[in-house]
């Protein structure tokens, strides 16, 4: 992935999360699907969360104050 340019803007990431799927990105015990499986970005992390039992909008975020 190429480097992101300095522009004080932050990085929002908008993910449909597919039923099933862990809202993080570390590996599970349970071998669920997560966030790296999906999604290149890894300096981003979830403003919210849903259940691996739901599906839906998660927005992902590298502002921490936005988080």
Known sequence: MPARKMTGMPRIVLFNKPYGVVCQFS???GG???LK???PQRDVYPAGR???DSEGLVVLTDDGALQ
């Open 37 to 39: 499986d999906y999604l």
């Open 32 to 34: 669920r699907p997560c």
């Open 27 to 29: 590996a599970t015990d």
């Open 50 to 52: 849903l259940d691996a």
